[in-house]
């Protein structure tokens, strides 16, 4: 049997859908699973043993279904669910099961805050595209795995990291998903430990900001007395943003002692390595079925403001201009 298995984008979304590739290859006997992708995302999926090959798709989309037709598939898995994986099936004319959005859920929640979700898990729900295969969940989590060339050793951090550290991703897709600078800073006075920034290339200034707080007195006078009300500590902060690839920020995730994300695709890397994670979010919620899988976590959120979710994605500033989602939001934990 030969099954294709759809999911074209993001990080976390990918992430997300590898117990499916490997109950798929695992449970059926002499299965040949694909998997289709953006160019940008294959990187997630070279690795990973349960694939016996990732087509990706780059501009033109009849020249992927073009591919896609040569391989005679038997059955397609639809994780995503659009209009391109739509035409794909279409064009392929094979059988076919379609993972449930629950858009109008989705829906109600965030115009309404009426919840009509499941209470499950998005990975849970994935699976039940493959339930008519006779495919059952093998509960051991999601997948991610590092080509070995990307393995960071840790003499590449600083003396200070070397013995242990946490890891605090500071970057989102979407403002309304990320932290102000000023919490990212109290965030990390309040880990009082060794902490690794990460982020895309997009995060490396608000990185430097971060660690210029933590190492300049001079520039610290906005929060200074803020600190002396607060922990009065100083952490040490190494600023990986932009520095790695993915895979090599997956491996500094999988060494640290913990892990301190947005809702992102870091979050679900994290999970994978089965981390602890402190998972904050701001305009999204954990009703929608994405916190992290199968791993011990702490959710912080701001529960006390009837605004959320605003969105389901997110937003490129608050709608309503006080963005108290995250600013209000309290850090409660503790770390050995």
Not at 53 to 80: A, M, P, T, W
Not at 205 to 228: A, N
């Amino acid at each position: 049997m030969k099954v294709l298995i759809l999911r074209f984008s993001s990080i976390g979304d990918i992430v997300l859908t590898t117990p499916v590739v490997r109950a798929v290859k695992s449970q059926l006997t002499d299965c040949e699973v694909h998997y289709a992708t953006k160019e940008s995302y294959a990187s997630l999926l070279a690795s990973n043993p349960y694939l016996d090959k990732v087509h990706c798709l780059e501009k033109n989309l009849g020249e992927l279904i073009g591919r896609l037709k040569e391989e005679q598939f038997d059955f397609i898995i639809d994780l995503h669910n659009n209009l391109r994986t739509r035409v794909i099936k279409s064009r392929l004319g094979v059988k076919s099961k379609s993972f449930n959005k629950l858009n109008w859920q989705k829906w109600l929640l965030v115009n309404f805050k009426i919840n009509r979700l499941p209470n499950r898990h998005i990975v849970d729900r994935y699976m039940d595209t493959v339930s008519a295969l006779g495919i059952k969940s093998d509960t051991l989590g999601l997948d991610y795995f590092i080509p070995e060339k990307d393995e960071v050793d840790l003499d590449w951090l600083p003396e200070t990291h070397r013995q242990g550290y946490y890891a605090v991703v500071i970057g989102a897709k979407f403002a309304t998903k990320q932290l102000p600078k000023d919490r990212l800073i109290e965030l990390c006075d309040r880990i009082n430990k060794p902490i690794v920034l990460l982020g895309g290339k997009e995060d490396t200034q608000l990185g430097d900001e971060i660690v210029e707080f933590f190492v300049k007195t001079e520039d610290s006078s906005p929060y200074e007395e803020q600190l002396r009300e607060g922990l009065n500590k100083r952490s040490e902060v190494f600023n990986a943003c932009g520095k790695f690839n993915l895979n090599q920020s997956a491996s500094l995730i999988k060494q640290a002692g913990a892990v301190f994300t947005h809702d992102t695709g870091l979050m679900h890397i994290a999970a994978a390595f089965k981390k602890q994670i402190f998972s904050i979010w701001g305009n999204t919620v954990p009703e929608f079925g994405m916190y992290p899988y199968r791993t011990q976590f702490s959710i912080f959120e701001n529960k006390k403001i009837n605004c959320r979710p605003c969105s389901k994605i997110g937003h490129d500033k608050c709608p309503l201009g006080h963005f108290k989602c995250m600013n209000d939001v309290v850090f409660d934990f503790w770390l050995p």
